[in-house]
């Protein structure tokens, strides 16, 4: 009886854990820190040893978010360039 009240606790504990939820892509991309800390955890953290379809689950905005900001930091540098080429000096 001593052993199983333990195990009985545990359980519960366990089962009472709620799945921790990925931020959505409109948050990372608003806060670079968050995506900085969501890029490592899935690329080599605690999310990087997980089964294909739930790393997909809590990584794909992750991964969108990533595109989103090269994409815009591109974009910037290619106006910046077109900027500077077409103003009459």
Known sequence: MKNLIPILALLTVCGCQQEVAAP????LIDNRE????????????EYSHLEADE????????????????????????SDFFKANTIRK
């Open 34 to 45: 968050m995506l900085a800390t969501w890029q490592s955890k899935c690329d080599s953290g």
């Open 24 to 27: 959505t892509a409109q948050e």
């Open 55 to 78: 790393k997909a689950r809590k990584c794909s905005t992750t991964r969108d978010a990533t595109i989103s900001v090269t994409q815009a930091a591109e974009g910037k540098k290619a």
